[in-house]
């Protein structure tokens, strides 16, 4: 063990790269070889489909947690959007547009809630988060009624399921899009160099002239809009809204976040990182679907994937700096 531990010691940032990149192709190899038809289009459509939801959530979390934040509201936030809009189709008479900018209001406007939370009345940003989680999935509840809100709109379902290139459904199509804009920003903007710098250590960003309050409250505006497009394609995908239609969504988008690359403790990684790990989240989840496990048992194995790559990136010698 010992000298496995050096090796991971010294190369951990090699290990991390390549890590997940080897772990997905292992996985690839493994259920195709259990079942053949993995790899067939139909599949792989599928395999988009279901993972361009999580893909855009795991995204905007990414620049929180790149800045050494968290933020446990974005599920709570998808299931707000998701039956909002359902309530507002079926009980308000919203069109597709109008609901779909809703969505994208909501989702900022928690975002902005969570961001005044951590920065005007200082929390941290676990306990603020965990606070807007609690109460965004008691309004889920309150206007849903507890029950699930079926709608018909076929110009909504086309947002998600409608197909502009080829068979590629829309929301592949418009997560990749999405992603590839995040990773461009974190990488190549002042906004993301300025996250990294901040999850390296606050006081050293703001001695280096970095606006922190004014990043920090992007970061989490951010995360809370890309939530909101989560979850107007959610709804669009299943025309139905519930109270609990994202609670997944979180621990498999931290998963994501941290098998990618990007430190709990913030400050190493990147966005453009995040695109590996819900690679492996997703086709995971898939692989065994195909191979016909337990949903239960799959959620327990999501649990351990994320202690198991948590124990991996996290950084010991950092963590009085995880906000």
Same mark, same amino acid.
């Given at each position: 063990?010992?000298?496995?531990?050096?090796?991971?010691?010294?190369?951990?940032?090699?290990?991390?790269?390549?890590?997940?990149?080897?772990?997905?192709?292992?996985?690839?190899?493994?259920?195709?070889?259990?079942?053949?038809?993995?790899?067939?289009?139909?599949?792989?459509?599928?395999?988009? /489909?279901?993972?361009?939801?999580?893909?855009?959530?795991?995204?905007?979390?990414?620049?929180?947690?790149?800045?050494?934040?968290?933020?446990?509201?974005?599920?709570?936030?998808?299931?707000?959007?998701?039956?909002?809009?359902?309530?507002?189709?079926?009980?308000?008479?919203?069109?597709?547009?109008?609901?779909?900018?809703?969505?994208? &209001?909501?989702?900022?406007?928690? &975002?902005?809630?969570?961001?005044?939370?951590?920065?005007?009345?200082?929390?941290?940003?676990?306990?603020?988060?965990?606070?807007?989680?609690?109460?965004?999935?008691?309004?889920?509840?309150?206007?849903?009624?507890?029950?699930?809100?079926?709608? /018909?709109?076929?110009?909504?379902?086309?947002?998600?399921?409608?197909?502009?290139?080829?068979?590629?459904?829309?929301?592949?199509?418009?997560?990749?899009?999405?992603?590839?804009?995040?990773?461009?920003?974190?990488? /190549?903007?002042?906004?993301? /160099?300025?996250?990294?710098?901040?999850?390296?250590?606050?006081?050293?960003?703001?001695?280096?002239?970095?606006?922190?309050?004014?990043?920090?409250?992007?970061?989490?505006?951010?995360?809370?809009?890309?939530?909101?497009?989560?979850?107007?394609?959610?709804?669009?995908?299943?025309?139905?809204?519930?109270?609990?239609?994202?609670?997944?969504?979180?621990?498999?988008?931290?998963?994501?976040?941290?098998?990618?690359?990007?430190?709990?403790?913030?400050?190493?990684?990147?966005?453009?990182?995040?695109?590996?790990?819900?690679?492996?989240?997703?086709?995971?989840?898939?692989?065994?679907?195909?191979?016909?496990?337990?949903?239960?048992?799959?959620?327990?194995?999501?649990?351990?994937?994320?202690?198991?790559?948590?124990?991996?990136?996290?950084?010991?010698?950092?963590?009085?700096?995880?906000?």
């Amino acid at each position: 063990m010992q000298p496995i531990s050096t090796f991971y010691h010294r190369h951990r940032a090699l290990v991390s790269t390549v890590g997940p990149v080897v772990l997905l192709l292992v996985l690839v190899a493994v259920f195709t070889a259990i079942n053949p038809r993995f790899l067939s289009w139909i599949n792989l459509f599928n395999l988009m /489909r279901q993972s361009s939801i999580l893909l855009v959530v795991a995204t905007g979390i990414s620049f929180v947690i790149l800045m050494g934040a968290i933020d446990l509201s974005v599920g709570a936030i998808v299931t707000l959007v998701g039956v909002s809009s359902a309530v507002l189709m079926t009980q308000a008479g919203f069109g597709a547009l109008p609901v779909a900018l809703s969505a994208l &209001g909501i989702g900022a406007l928690c &975002g902005a809630l969570n961001a005044v939370l951590v920065l005007k009345f200082r929390l941290p940003s676990f306990v603020a988060t965990l606070g807007t989680m609690t109460i965004v999935s008691g309004i889920s509840t309150w206007i849903s009624g507890g029950v699930t809100v079926f709608f /018909r709109s076929p110009e909504l379902t086309w947002i998600a399921s409608g197909a502009l290139v080829g068979r590629v459904p829309n929301s592949g199509v418009l997560a990749l899009m999405i992603f590839a804009a995040a990773s461009f920003t974190g990488a /190549r903007s002042h906004f993301g /160099r300025s996250l990294t710098a901040i999850g390296g250590g606050g006081v050293t960003a703001r001695l280096s002239g970095i606006s922190v309050v004014g990043t920090k409250a992007l970061a989490f505006i951010t995360s809370g809009l890309l939530c909101g497009t989560a979850g107007l394609l959610l709804v669009s995908r299943t025309s139905t809204g519930t109270a609990h239609m994202g609670d997944d969504l979180l621990l498999q988008a931290i998963a994501a976040v941290v098998m990618g690359g990007t430190a709990l403790s913030g400050g190493s990684g990147g966005v453009h990182r995040t695109l590996t790990g819900v690679l492996v989240i997703a086709v995971f989840q898939n692989g065994l679907n195909i191979a016909g496990v337990h949903p239960y048992v799959q959620i327990m194995v999501t649990g351990m994937i994320v202690i198991l790559s948590v124990t991996i990136t996290l950084d010991r010698s950092r963590l009085a700096f995880i906000k």
